[in-house]
């Protein structure tokens, strides 16, 4: 398995899920610092998704071309066993914007 980064997306399966949880594989953005990404064997997560609408735990991004929200409210532990494959990374808007709403989410 390739070394994975913080803020990078990764396309993981994440079935099998239980109620609302986002299912099957999607892309994810890594939200575990490198630290934790090179020691452990799990990563936290949060899972990207094209139907959505504007919350206040959900980050606009654009990928290949489409609009998609981080789903900040769905952060997740994930074994690395399920990353199907490695992608691009978010830029540093991006990047500021998910650090402030999980601030909001999660600290505040």
Do not use: F
């Not at 099957?24 to 990404?37: F, G, H, L």
């Not at 494959?85 to 540093?92: A, I, P, S």
């Not at 998910?98 to 600290?107: D, G, Q, S």
């Amino acid at each position: 398995m390739e070394k994975v980064k913080q803020y990078q997306i990764v396309i993981v399966n994440l079935d099998p899920t239980i109620g609302s949880e986002i299912k099957k594989a999607r892309p994810c953005v890594v939200i575990s610092p490198d630290e934790m990404n090179k020691h452990l064997n799990t990563i936290i997560i949060a899972p990207v998704t094209s139907k959505s609408k504007s919350y206040p735990t959900r980050v606009e991004i654009e990928v290949r071309g489409n609009q998609n929200w981080i789903v900040i409210d769905q952060i997740r532990t994930i074994d690395k066993r399920r990353i199907v494959k490695t992608g691009g990374n978010l830029n540093q808007d991006e990047i500021k914007w998910v650090k402030e709403v999980i601030k909001e989410t999660l600290v505040d």
